[in-house]
């Protein structure tokens, strides 16, 4: 604590050299104490591909405060980090780079970038699986952990030493055997089925990566002649392309216009082939013409109908999107070249009865926003309905509770209409199938390890060949909550952290992710993954649009904890997540919550340089008292650290019960929003105190005390001038500066840790330099000491103490209404004389007890004291609450006429109030119902505000008389 403290507050001084010590004696590496209680959260895994933006830094913030939060509360907390091998998005990067290596002249642009994709894809085959995977790690190791070093850089309190990776070889092994494990039972299958395919990526994507866009199409209407000659049916279609491929024409089976139709059949124009008409509840009467096609092979409503009808599935599109034999004279085209072939020809043959505008809603590839062509494909698919139950079960019962509960609708509303999940993929980074085919016989294995023979026919003559495709990557990510902590083996991590006890996440992964995670839960550890799911909000721009590069409104994470320092964007951050509303964010925001880690730093250098001028004597006696008591280590959150629960014995002045009960309310009104994400209210509770209530007011109260303290030894230390209150209390230190600076001390080294969870970096570099005692505690856990790990219970609810706060409120009404007056009289340099009148002796006691304070505080020169409500009187009287009136001696400078408009605003403002008793007086309901207390409470009233609007009227004709 001898140490300079800079006066400029340098976030960039301070913060990368706190990053470090924690990472360094990995801090937040949870203790084996079993007896204490746990906190357990898993990180969203972010994609190795991934860079930190403005999403994360929420994320991570959130989730930080509420880690910190808990481990002040002597929890044992577990943040276990981690990334994902992110399949799709990685072997793109790498394919690209091989492209940019072959060809490197090409000017970078989008152009340039299809180019090296598809020169890269070309690369790829033409290596190889083993080269191109080993390609993949390399990358990986090189530049996967970009993600890791932000986090570092921005404090996370994670366990790095748990740090996972979903390809680690522990965790493939999970993979595997949960795969082995479904398919065993049944539950993963592969099967011929409609998936939804990129033709640009060349892999299927699951429902979940497709993404719907409203794009303007038409509605063809088509005429399919019947087989008879007589006349027609017509269908209406989205997509003509496709009815090369149709197998049949459907209508609902209640349709009375078509009644005639079912069991005849069609002949399908431009190809010929004759197609059966079809009744199936499945079509929707009102759409179209209510007769639809169906084509089985492109569309996974008709694959349905197809199945109960047992019609053919013909496959006009293939995996480049081009059409294919079946599609007879269109062959070889492209899709979109066959729609325009196709409406011409239908035209020509006079079989196109209509087209019509249409709003068409386009699936999209959520990684390349290619539209996904519906396509039959055979594929690895995981049955959904039955994993799905026990995840609806849980959620309605409330044993995973879903924040904000919104979300929870959305949640079951999916999960009741869940399909089967398509978890292959056509690509070669990721966790490859463990299925092996036998050409010989047909057989598929499915094993833990490559299989040495077919089961069915022996030892194959030209060996079993692997499966190429490899596994979703939210397959593995849905492994996560037991998969990092060791399973299947029984680890001791996972006896001790599962379930977890919360997860955070955004929306957008709620099914890709979160409703899996339960699913998988339930099934390989027949218990939740977590008890809560909060979804957070999204960071949007002041004008709350997405944050987008094309928009230019992007805050890059890293640029603004660089300018305005870590602490302030995450505070920035903090105070504007209320849950459910996404966040308007803005540099203004950052800027005004770096002007309040300027305020703490401020106000700490003067506590410390303050500090630092006491004999050494007294600081030791400070650090002594503010040691945590031996033995007690840890107090279990709740029962109150000893050094704030011993405070009601010091805190004998007014001002320091005030602020050890404010404290109290503080703490708790915190704990109550962090514990119901109200991280905005947590934010801002903290903020009005240390700004509104420590610095501007109880700071300035204490300093002549705590100055002094500094100018004298302590044996002659005076007692405190005004505001002693005598106490009953045992063990009071000797002196009442002592006292002093050792409330200030407590009251500020709380506030540091109350402010801790949100600004972790300048509250660990003002700790520090507070006295502190040899932190044997700490020492002896292996563990240098941190804010983040001492001790801070909830404050002890003896400090709680309402008369105290309203007595302190009492005088701060009357520092501020004097303070009002000089302002309005333009008197704010001057200190004037003033009087207080009230019938209450009591108050009139309690000012003159803090009467240098209030005098020193409010700017006056003297008070005198009145035991009667103050006459009106031309001037400055005021009204500083229902039984004080307060009257500066100036009269010579009165501004007549603003006094006169004050005047005639309580008037006014006193006729509304007294109009509005007067009416509930009035009514007859009002008096049967309302309990006579309640009356009679009405009435007296309605007399205190005539008796004080006979007095404001008084005084405004006594000013009318003195202006004429
Ligand atoms: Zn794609
Ligand atoms: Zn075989």
């Given at each position: ?9 340098s976030?960039e ?8 010590y924690?990472?360094?004696r ?14 357990c959260?898993?990180i969203?895994?972010?994609n ?10 929420l994320?991570h913030?959130?989730i930080?405060?509420?880690m ?16 994902d091998?992110?399949s799709?998005a ?9 492209g ?20 890269g894809q070309?690369?790829r085959r033409e ?27 921005l ?5 790095w030493?748990?740090?996972?990776f979903t390809m680690d ?5 999970a ?13 993963i299958y ?19 990566e ?8 038409h ?8 087989e ?21 024409v ?9 009644r ?18 079809i ?10 013409t209510?007769?639809?096609k ?6 996974p409503n008709?694959y349905e109908?197809?199945?109960?009808h047992?019609?053919?599935r013909?496959k ?19 899709r979109?070249e ?25 699936g999209t590839c ?6 996904v062509?519906?396509?039959l494909?055979t594929?690895?698919?995981?049955k ?5 139950q ?12 879903i924040?904000p509960?919104?979300?929870k609708k959305?949640?079951l ?9 398509c978890?292959?993929r056509?690509?070669?980074w990721?966790h ?20 040495a023979?077919c089961?069915?026919?022996g ?9 190429e495709d ?17 399973w ?9 952290y599962?379930p ?16 899996r ?5 339930m099934?390989?550890?027949?218990d939740?993954p ?8 999204l ?6 649009q ?11 994470p890293?640029?603004?904890?660089e ?6 964007v ?7 997540a209320?849950?459910g ?8 925001k950052i ?5 309040f ?20 004597n ?7 008292a ?26 004998q ?15 708790r009104?915190?704990?109550e929003a962090?514990g119901?994400?109200r991280?905005h ?7 009005h105190?240390?700004?509104?209530e ?7 109260w204490?300093?002549?005390e ?8 302590p044996?002659?230390?005076?007692s ?5 209150v ?8 000797s ?11 407590r ?9 801790h ?15 502190h005692?040899e ?9 240098e000491?941190s ?24 005088i ?10 000089k302002a ?20 009139l ?27 009106p ?14 009257r500066?001696f ?5 501004d ?10 309580d ?7 007294m ?11 009002f ?5 006579q207390e309640?009356?009679?409470a009405?009435?007296?009233?309605y007399?205190?505000?005539?008796e004080?609007?006979r007095?404001v ?5 006594r ?6």
């Amino acid at each position: 604590m001898e140490a300079e403290i800079p006066k400029v507050y340098s976030p960039e001084a301070i913060e990368p050299r706190w990053a470090r010590y924690w990472i360094d004696r990995a801090l937040y590496r949870p203790s084996d104490d079993v007896s204490r209680g746990r906190f357990c959260l898993l990180i969203p895994p972010p994609n190795i591909t991934g860079v930190l933006h403005m999403g994360h830094m929420l994320e991570h913030t959130e989730i930080d405060v509420l880690m910190r939060w808990h481990r002040m509360r002597s929890e044992n907390v577990l943040w276990l980090p981690g990334t994902d091998h992110a399949s799709i998005a990685t072997q793109m990067i790498v394919e690209r780079e091989l492209g940019r290596e072959a060809l490197p002249d090409l000017e970078p642009g989008h152009a340039a970038n299809s180019t090296w994709q598809r020169e890269g894809q070309r690369i790829r085959r033409e290596i190889g699986r083993e080269k191109f995977v080993e390609r993949c790690w390399k990358w990986k190791e090189e530049n996967g952990d970009t993600i890791r070093r932000q986090m570092e850089r921005l404090g996370a309190s994670v366990d790095w030493t748990r740090a996972r990776f979903t390809m680690d070889p522990a965790y493939s092994r999970a993979v595997l055997e949960v795969f082995v494990r479904l398919h065993e039972e049944g539950l993963i299958y592969r099967g011929k089925y409609i998936v939804n395919w990129c033709p640009r990526c060349g892999t299927a994507v699951s429902d979940l990566e497709v993404v719907h866009e409203e794009r303007p199409s038409h509605l063809w209407h088509i005429r399919y002649p019947f087989e008879d000659g007589a006349g027609h049916i017509t269908v209406a279609t989205t997509r003509p392309e496709t009815m090369l491929g149709d197998t049949a024409v459907a209508v609902n089976p209640s349709d009375e216009r078509y009644r005639e139709a079912v069991g005849r059949r069609v002949v399908l124009p431009l190809l010929g082939r004759v197609i059966p008409v079809i009744a199936d509840d499945f079509v929707d009467p009102k759409f179209g013409t209510g007769a639809v096609k169906v084509t089985p092979a492109h569309d996974p409503n008709d694959y349905e109908i197809a199945q109960s009808h047992n019609l053919p599935r013909v496959k006009v599109i293939d995996e480049q999107a081009r059409m294919t034999a079946e599609a007879g004279p269109y062959k070889g085209l492209d899709r979109h070249e066959a729609r325009n072939a196709v409406v011409h020809d239908l035209r020509e043959k006079g079989l196109l009865a209509k087209t019509e505008d249409y709003v068409l809603s386009v699936g999209t590839c959520q990684r390349c926003k290619t539209v996904v062509e519906p396509l039959l494909s055979t594929q690895w698919f995981m049955k959904m309905k039955l994993l799905a139950q026990p995840a609806i079960r849980v959620v309605e019962e409330g044993l995973v509770k879903i924040v904000p509960e919104n979300y929870k609708k959305i949640y079951l509303d999916w999960m009741y209409n869940i399909r089967d999940w398509c978890v292959s993929r056509q690509l070669w980074w990721g966790h490859r199938i463990p299925a092996w085919y036998c050409d010989a016989c047909g057989e598929v294995v499915v094993a833990r390890e490559t299989p040495a023979s077919c089961p069915r026919c022996g030892p194959a003559p030209a060996g079993l060949r692997a499966e190429e495709d490899v596994l979703d990557t939210w397959f593995s990510s849905a492994l996560w909550p037991f998969a990092t902590l060791g399973w299947p083996d029984q680890t001791p991590d996972l006896g001790r952290y599962y379930p977890n006890d919360l997860m955070i996440m955004g929306f957008d992964i709620l099914f890709f992710w979160g409703a899996r995670m339960i699913m998988m839960g339930m099934k390989f550890m027949n218990d939740v993954p977590f008890r809560e799911l909060y979804i957070h909000a999204l960071v949007r721009d002041a004008e709350r649009q997405k944050m987008s590069k094309t928009k230019g409104n992007v805050i890059d994470p890293l640029d603004v904890t660089e300018t305005y320092g870590t602490d302030a964007v995450r505070f920035a951050l903090g105070i504007s997540a209320a849950p459910g509303t996404d966040i308007a964010f803005s540099i203004d925001k950052i800027e005004a919550n770096r002007a309040f880690a300027n305020k703490i730093w401020n106000a700490g250098r003067f506590i410390l340089m303050n500090l630092q001028k006491l004999p050494e004597n007294l600081r030791g006696q400070l650090a002594a008292a503010l040691q945590p008591l031996p033995g007690l280590g840890f107090a279990p959150a709740g029962a109150g650290p000893p050094h704030l629960a011993s405070s009601a014995r010091l805190g004998q002045a007014l001002v320091d019960r005030w602020i050890f009960s404010r404290l109290l309310a503080v703490t708790r009104e915190m704990s109550e929003a962090l514990g119901s994400y109200r991280f905005h209210e947590a934010a801002y509770t903290i903020y009005h105190f240390f700004w509104h209530e420590f610095c501007d007011w109880y700071l300035e109260w204490v300093k002549p005390e705590i100055a002094q303290a500094g100018d004298r030894r302590p044996e002659v230390v005076g007692s405190r001038p005004a505001g002693s209150v005598p106490t009953s209390d045992v063990g009071l230190p000797s002196s009442d500066s002592f006292a002093a600076w050792l409330n200030l001390t407590r009251v500020f080294q709380a506030a540091l840790h109350l402010l801790h969870p949100f600004m972790p970096f300048i509250t660990e570099e003002l700790w520090h330099q507070l006295p502190h005692p040899e932190p044997a505690l700490s020492r002896a856990k292996g563990r240098e000491s941190s804010i983040s790990l001492a001790p801070f219970g909830l404050v002890s609810d003896r400090v709680a103490d309402p008369v105290s706060q309203r007595q302190f409120e009492t005088i701060q009404e009357l520092i501020v209404a004097a303070r009002n007056a000089k302002a309005e009289m333009g008197l704010q340099k001057q200190e004037p004389a003033a009087q207080v009148g009230s019938e209450d002796l009591r108050l009139l006691e309690l000012f003159r007890e803090h009467q240098q304070s209030i005098l020193r505080l409010a700017g006056l020169e003297a008070l005198n004291f009145t035991r009667e409500r103050l006459a009106p009187n031309v001037g400055s009287l005021r009204r500083v609450n229902a039984a004080v009136d307060l009257r500066i001696f100036h009269e010579e400078q009165v501004d007549v006429e603003a006094e006169r408009s004050r005047l005639e605003r309580d008037r006014d403002k006193l006729e509304q109030q007294m109009a509005q008793v007067r009416k509930q007086l009035d009514n007859e309901e009002f008096r049967r119902r309302a309990p006579q207390e309640v009356v009679r409470a009405t009435e007296h009233r309605y007399a205190e505000l005539a008796e004080r609007h006979r007095k404001v009227v008084e005084e405004l004709e006594r000013l009318g008389t003195r202006r004429a």
